[in-house]
């Protein structure tokens, strides 16, 4: 029987959470089930009926089997290097990933730290039930959440380096969860991420806004590029990758049927990873 002090926290009586073979609980006997997928749902019962949150089914299918074809591997190599940099002193680095999504990055930042002889503590914490499903199935060894950015279900001061990626973004809250000598990692889409895809469902496309890089809190530490060109060489690539996108949502049947008509398309990535370090706490 594992009892391990985890940094979750209650949702109830924000205690801290022990974790226990299938499940979590607190001092004050409040007690949160694992799925069968291994994620434990800290959303207290108000929350979750507030109709299905986060990204549904085909979203996460569409985006993990486009992530799985590699494409954005360069982001992910620019981004272990980043993070396994920022943490090469630190033996047990806790990793946060909020907004984790099905994983992919998770599972490929939790990996390079151990392939440098780290011995990480990984959480990720997700508002769709539907994505972690499929963590849960990926990452083993970390521990899952279904949770809002906005209210991270963490202890203070617990983690060492938090990933936000294309995700809802919550300054105050990362600065509350990261230790004062931790890193924050925001993922960005540059000015022409996926222009060529743009094009050929926009008759004016624009490029992407790229806001000024002031967080509160936060003291910008390092910015890098990312920029490659990848080939998607069927419609069910095109399609996936599309439906990743926030086009998908503002896009009109007739431009959505120029796309399905699409047999290749060549475009540029382009992302930004931004450093941060959190200021001093008061
Ligand atoms: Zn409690």
Redesign the pocket.
């Known amino acids: 029987m594992i009892h391990n002090p985890s940094s979750f926290l ?1 949702p ?4 801290p959470l022990l974790r226990l073979e299938r499940s979590y609980c ?5 007690s949160f089930d694992c799925s069968k997928y291994g994620y434990v749902n800290l959303l207290l019962d108000n929350a979750k009926n507030s109709k299905l949150p986060g990204d549904n089914k085909e979203m996460i299918r569409a985006r993990k089997e486009f992530l799985e074809k590699g494409y954005y591997f360069p982001l992910v190599q620019a981004l272990q290097k980043e993070v396994s940099g920022a943490l090469k002193e630190v033996e047990h680095p806790v990793l946060l990933d909020a907004g984790c999504g099905e994983g992919y990055y998770t599972y490929h930042l939790s990996e390079a730290l151990r392939q440098q002889g780290a011995c990480p503590e990984v959480f990720g914490v997700d508002i769709s039930k539907f994505a972690l499903q499929r963590a849960g199935r990926r990452l083993q060894q970390a521990q899952l959440a279904v949770a809002s950015v906005f209210h991270l279900p963490l202890a203070g001061n617990s983690i060492h380096a938090l990933v936000n990626l294309f995700a809802p973004c919550c300054p105050g809250e990362f600065h509350r969860v990261l230790r004062e000598d931790g890193h924050l990692f925001l993922v960005i889409p540059d000015r022409e991420h996926l222009w060529e895809l743009k094009t050929q469902v926009y008759e004016h496309p624009y490029p992407n806004e790229v806001k000024p890089y002031d967080l509160d809190g936060f003291t910008l530490a390092g910015v890098q590029k990312v920029a490659s060109r990848i080939t998607l060489e069927n419609p069910q690539d095109i399609g996936n990758l599309f439906s990743m996108t926030p086009y998908s949502y503002r896009t009109s049947q007739q431009d959505v049927q120029r796309l399905r008509e699409l047999t290749a398309l060549h475009t540029k990535i382009q992302f930004q990873i931004l450093h941060y370090v959190p200021q001093r706490k008061a």
Request: charge should be positive; aromatic fraction near 0%; hydrophobic fraction near 20%.
């Open positions: 209650c109830v009586c924000h205690a607190c001092p004050n006997r409040h």
